[in-house]
């Protein structure tokens, strides 16, 4: 399983960029970097369901997997890279 922190890392890094930048490359950059975010946390999710070992996590996991209601709107936001 990856280790916390590397979610965490991932957010230091999308903080430390965007405080950087503003305007409309500011808001480029925010939404790009929340879809890649997101894929961080989907990863998560996925692996717990693969290999977790907690039942009530697992559940959790399965019922709520954010890969499923984030698809249409990834799609759009992968379309404008």
């Keep these: 399983m990856p ?3 590397l979610l965490h890392g991932a957010y230091d890094t999308i903080i430390a960029v965007l405080q ?3 305007g ?3 808001d480029r950059d925010y939404v790009m970097r929340q879809v890649d ?3 961080g946390n989907t990863a998560l999710f996925r ?3 693969q290999n ?3 039942p009530d996590l697992n559940t ?3 019922q709520t997997d954010p890969a499923e209601d984030s698809k249409p709107f990834a799609a759009g936001i ?3 890279r």
Excluded: M
Aim: proline letters at 4%; a negative charge; aromatic letters at 16%.
């Design 47 to 49: 692996n717990e369901i």
């Design 52 to 54: 977790g070992t907690d």
């Design 60 to 62: 959790f996991a399965r």
């Design 20 to 22: 950087a930048e503003y």
């Design 24 to 26: 409309v490359v500011f």
């Design 78 to 80: 992968e379309a404008c």
């Design 3 to 5: 280790p916390d922190t």
């Design 37 to 39: 975010y997101q894929k």
